[in-house]
C-alpha cells in the first residue's frame, strides 16, 4: 500500500485509490458545506462594497453574483448534506469555484468601461484561489481545473478590454500567478499529509487484522495441544 511516487497524489492499488476518494468525499463533505456557506455570506457582504465602491454598477453586479456565482455554491452545499450525492461534491465544488472566479472576471470586464477603469477586482481573484486550494478541501486536481478556467478567463479579459502591459495591470496578474503558486503548494501539502494518515491508518488496521488472525492460529492450537 504505496503512493506511485513521492509527489503523485494517488496510490498504486486502484481499490486503495477508490477506497481513499470515498473516505476523503465523506471526511470532509460538512467541512466543505460550511465553507461554502461562508463563501455565500461573503458575496453577500461584497454587494455592499459595490453599492458604495461602484454605485453605477451596483445592480449590474447584484445579477451577476445572484445568478452566475450563487446557484453553483448552493447546489454544492445541497449535495454535500445529502447521505448519496455528497461523493459528487467536489465535482460540484470546482464548477463552483470557476462560476464564482468568472463573476469577478465579469465584473472587470464592465469595470473597463465605466468613468474611473479599474481592475482593483482583480483581487478578489486572490480571495476565490484561497478559497479552491485550501478552505474548501477540494483535491488538487479539482482545485487546479476550476481556478485555471477563470484564470484564462481572467487574461482574456485583459487581453481584449485592458492595456494587458500596463503596470497597474501587470501586478495584477503577477498577484494571481504568486497565488496560483502558493495555492498548489498548500492544496499539495494537504492531500499528501491526508494521504498519508489514511495509509497509515489502513497499515494500522491491517496489522491489527494479521495479529488477531495468528492469535486465533496460536488460541486453535492450544485447544489442540491442550484438548
Known sequence: MTQRSRFQLSFDEPSLEEAFIAH??????????????????????????????????FYDFMLIRLFLALPPLLVTIALCLHPRWYRWAQHAGTVAITASGLSIVWMIGVLSTSAQPTVAYSSGLLLVLFFAYSFLRLRLGFALAGSLAFTVAYEFTLLSEWDWLAPHVLEQQYFILGGHIIGVATCWTLESATRKSYLAEQEIIAAHKATMVEREKSDQLLDDVFP
Not at 461562508?38 to 454587494?47: N, R, Y
Open 24 to 57: 476523503y468525499d465523506a471526511e470532509h463533505r460538512f467541512i466543505i458545506a460550511g465553507c461554502l456557506v461562508l463563501g455565500l455570506v461573503m458575496h453577500v457582504l461584497f454587494m455592499g462594497l459595490d453599492y458604495v465602491a461602484h454605485p453605477a454598477h
